[in-house]
């Protein structure tokens, strides 16, 4: 597909992508290669000038926004973009209550989210009080509460520290252990790593590579060129004159074979 915004300016330029159920991809490129243009067709925030988007075998031009949005969840990158309600605890009942939830279900997903995410204390406060981090904490709190099908966070961990991240890691791994389909925009290549997704790579509107995240890491001109940089991990690992067969996952394998290395 492709799209062309009003100004001219054509932000996507014959994609052509399938995600799968339950799949777990990351998207990364540099600032306007169109990321986050391309997972806002997904629920129908934007429509292509060109081309279709399926959902479920279906053109997603015969479905509202709103009925995709029941089953696709998009946490915007800016969450001030997404933010209205005139309390935290109503940011994240609204979409609830749209939805048709009931009273003591809402009370608890409510209850869970404010927990979780660290809103308790704010949850009468205006989401315009809330610190960058702590409204993006807010926006995933909101799109989570209602279980959403397919979830896509854009840059989730702009603002968030290192207790944060962890978190978001432990949310991302559980939703895709049960089954849920995971799209991350980022330009987070170290939160990326730790998930090891499907790796969507994007430049200038097109996809240039689609891999198993550990392999496209590894394509460092490639990367280069995308604008994109390559894992602490995997510049270590490339650095060393003898090596195990793959990567690093984590910095604790890494430890232990410099370890042995040096022994």
């Not at 169109?34 to 015969?62: E, F, M, Q, Y």
């Not at 800016?78 to 009370?107: C, M, R, Y």
């Not at 410099?258 to 022994?263: A, F, H, N, Y």
Request: proline fraction near 4%; charged fraction near 25%.
């Amino acid at each position: 597909m492709t799209f062309v915004h009003q100004n001219g300016v054509k932000a996507l330029d014959g994609v052509s992508l399938t995600i799968e159920k339950h799949e777990l991809v990351g998207i990364v490129g540099e600032n306007g290669a169109g990321k986050t243009t391309l997972v806002r067709h997904i629920n129908g925030l934007l429509r292509p000038t060109s081309g279709s988007v399926l959902i479920d075998g279906a053109d997603a031009r015969g479905t509202s926004v709103a009925k995709l949005s029941r089953k696709i969840g998009i946490a915007f990158q800016n969450p001030d973009h997404q933010l209205f309600s005139e309390s935290v605890e109503h940011e994240i009942t609204f979409a609830l209550k749209n939805f048709g939830f009931d009273d003591a279900l809402i009370e608890q997903r409510l209850n869970w989210a404010l927990d979780f995410f660290g809103l308790k204390e704010y949850h009468k406060s205006s989401p315009l009080i809330l610190s960058g981090g702590e409204k993006k904490r807010l926006t995933l709190a909101s799109i989570l509460a209602w279980d959403p099908e397919v979830v896509v966070l854009d840059e989730p961990t702009v603002g968030q520290d290192a207790i944060q991240k962890a978190k978001l890691l432990e949310i991302a791994r559980t939703l895709h252990s049960a089954g849920k389909t995971i799209i991350i925009v980022s330009h987070d290549v170290e939160f990326l790593w730790s998930l090891q997704p499907r790796l969507v790579v994007m430049k200038r509107g097109r996809v240039v590579e689609d891999g198993p995240c550990a392999v496209v890491m590894q394509e460092r001109e490639l990367l280069e060129d995308a604008r994109v940089s390559q894992p602490q991990l995997v510049a270590l690992y490339e650095s060393l004159s003898r090596r195990p067969a793959s990567p690093f996952q984590d910095v604790s394998q890494a430890l232990s074979w410099v370890s042995g290395e040096r022994r």
